[in-house]
């Protein structure tokens, strides 16, 4: 068996860093402001005498918040129901156990855990363990079913503990998480100054996860949507080009069109052969390329603003997007090269 990551030696040193909440060796200290982070719990060191070194990072946004945690000691943790919000867990170093009811997980560098709100949990996390938490409000995510279905859940919302990191639907979901710690680590909250980049980057990790994850009402989301006329469609399109640097989610575009978010999705690829965030994304790369070309030769224009003031979270994607639709970079637009005018007079 190969040796286990250590947190000093791995590739998540440090990560959020810059977001420091808690670093502490006193249990009772822990307990308290961990809490005060998640919900009331039993803290308690488990084994030989060992000595806890905690590191706490957290980045609070809208309806979730990202943290870092390590203890560095063997731990018993129990919170029982966590009662008001869904927690996903990440390791990126080493492993522990986790308690969902009658299920439980070995969670390491291949399998996270997701806790759901009202399923009584315990956990034993070990000493080389460190992870990449997720919160997420309850009302929020039960908002975004009621958005995707069109009804509110009967009962508890409940997802299935296990989340692959590497294998399945889910995968992409956790690595969408750790690319969000990672991009705060290298770009800062800056983003965080603008709604839309927060809306966006919400959205997506709420939505994608009740369609990813298995959870209770799984087989409600998986029944076809009647698609949504072209004239429910219209009105999104003719919102989205008059709003294109306000908060939209795709929840806000279904309630736009006055039908759920399938039927809105169903719609987009019927008519379109698109869906309705990346007809946003591509109206937004649109307006995003505009604003560079009247900000070529400013002083102090900034790419970076520009993509923050219209969603686009993650700079290298947004890139990405932006030079497969128009051939060129967006550093090639804002000095306003002969390639970016090449490009302006083929689309004429």
């Given at each position: 068996m190969p040796p286990r990551q250590s947190i000093e030696k791995g590739p998540f040193q440090g990560l959020l860093a810059d977001y420091t909440l808690l670093r502490s060796q006193d249990v009772e200290e822990t307990q308290g402001r961990v809490a005060a982070v998640f919900c009331p719990h039993v803290l308690r060191v488990v084994g030989a005498p060992q000595h806890l070194h905690v590191q706490h990072n957290l980045v609070k946004l809208h309806d979730t918040a990202i943290n870092f945690l390590s203890y560095g000691a063997d731990v018993a943790i129990d919170p029982g129901r966590l009662g008001s919000f869904y927690l996903a867990q990440i390791p990126v170093a080493g492993h522990a156990e986790i308690y969902c009811g009658a299920q439980s997980v070995v969670s390491d560098v291949k399998t996270a855990s997701l806790l759901s709100p009202d399923t009584p949990t315990r956990m034993h996390?070990?000493?080389?363990?460190?992870?990449?938490?997720?919160?997420?409000?309850?009302?929020?995510?039960?908002?975004?079913?009621?958005?995707?279905?069109?009804?509110?859940?009967?009962?508890?919302?409940?997802?299935?503990?296990?989340?692959?990191?590497?294998?399945?639907?889910?995968?992409?979901?956790?690595?969408?998480?750790?690319?969000?710690?990672?991009?705060?680590?290298?770009?800062?909250?800056?983003?965080?100054?603008?709604?839309?980049?927060?809306?966006?980057?919400?959205?997506?990790?709420?939505?994608?996860?009740?369609?990813?994850q298995p959870h209770t009402y799984t087989h409600l989301l998986a029944r076809s949507a009647e698609p949504a006329r072209p004239r429910h469609m219209q009105r999104v399109i003719d919102y989205v080009h008059a709003n294109a640097d306000t908060t939209l989610t795709v929840a806000d575009l279904a309630q736009i069109a006055c039908v759920s978010v399938r039927a809105l999705e169903e719609g987009f690829r019927r008519y379109l052969n698109t869906t309705p965030v990346g007809y946003l994304r591509d109206v937004r790369l649109d307006v995003v390329r505009q604003a560079l070309i009247a900000a070529a030769g400013a002083e102090h224009a900034s790419i970076t603003e520009i993509a923050y003031r219209f969603g686009f979270t993650h700079l290298g994607r947004f890139a990405a997007y932006y030079k497969k639709r128009f051939g060129v970079s967006p550093s090639t637009t804002l000095r306003g090269e002969a390639a970016e005018r090449h490009f302006s007079d083929t689309r004429r």
């Open positions: 996390w070990h000493r080389d363990c460190a992870q990449v938490l997720l919160w997420i409000e309850k009302a929020a995510m039960e908002h975004r079913f009621a958005l995707l279905t069109g009804r509110d859940p009967d009962g508890p919302l409940a997802f299935d503990p296990s989340l692959p990191q590497h294998t399945g639907l889910s995968s992409p979901w956790t690595q969408a998480v750790l690319d969000l710690a990672r991009n705060i680590d290298q770009h800062g909250t800056y983003w965080l100054q603008f709604p839309a980049a927060v809306a966006s980057m919400e959205d997506y990790l709420l939505r994608t996860l009740l369609l990813l």
